[in-house]
């Protein structure tokens, strides 16, 4: 079985622009994960969607958004980009069929890189 | 809200050697911690996890318990290997949203 992937897995942008980064989960899974990773702050939890709808959100500003479609791949865009949102972005999916503690599975992550 | 604090934040051992990395966490609601790896330009993938029904778990070489009342989880890895360098990051949960700790960089020395 194919595991999550993640499309693009370099970015650049400038500050001010947006960018789209996409998801695809495990094959059967129904829930997808993103999160943020930095030196800094490490890795923190952006949001969760489940059935196309926002289950959990983290404590990012509104800039930060997201969607899932029917077949579960999801999508998350930053708009008006700052030199802070300079990450690697990654995706996990789980089975999720009842909510609860599913293992998660991350894919390789998207770094976005802004100048 | 949850937080996880994990130690050390680096972590030196010889080839052959054990290792031990411990994470506390302060929601008594979480009941699922996962350990992850992470390799240079690689997601965290994950190596073991543990419920909280469960006090220990091992799979091999690994193994991580669980201490529900004191809230703290560690992860042992016995015969370490040169591959077994990499970040190990433990986080904690009680719906979806993972809140991971700070990460452990083990390097092991051959």
């Known amino acids: 079985k194919a595991g999550v992937t993640q499309t693009p897995r370099y970015l650049i942008k400038t500050r001010g622009q947006q960018v789209t980064l996409s998801c695809s989960p495990i094959?059967?899974?129904?829930?997808v994960s993103w999160y943020q990773q930095t030196p800094g702050q490490g890795l923190q939890f952006l949001f969760e969607y489940f059935s196309e709808t926002q289950r959990n959100k983290g404590n990012f500003p509104g800039r930060f958004s997201g969607r899932q479609f029917s077949n579960s791949r999801s999508e998350m865009n930053v708009s008006t980009l700052e030199l802070g949102d300079s990450a690697l972005y990654l995706c996990a999916s789980s089975l999720n069929p009842a909510g609860g503690q599913e293992t998660q599975y991350f894919g390789p992550g998207t770094r976005l890189l802004v100048l | 809200g949850e937080n996880v604090e994990q130690h050390p934040s680096t972590l030196s051992v010889q080839e052959g050697d054990s290792a031990v990395i411990k994470c506390t966490y302060s929601?008594?609601?979480?009941?699922?911690f996962p350990w992850y790896k992470q390799e240079l330009g690689k997601g965290p993938q994950l190596i073991i996890d543990?419920?909280?029904?469960?006090g220990e778990k091992k799979d091999q070489r690994i193994a991580v318990t669980l201490n529900k009342t004191a809230k703290h989880f560690s992860l042992h890895i016995t015969e370490t290997q040169p591959e077994d360098s990499a970040v190990y990051f433990c986080?904690?949960?009680?719906?979806?949203?993972?809140?991971f700790g700070q990460g452990t960089r083990l390097t092991i020395n051959p």
């Open positions: 543990i419920r909280s029904n469960v």
């Open positions: 094959s059967g899974h129904r829930s």
């Open positions: 986080a904690a949960t009680r719906a979806q949203k993972l809140v």
């Open positions: 929601d008594s609601a979480s009941n699922y």
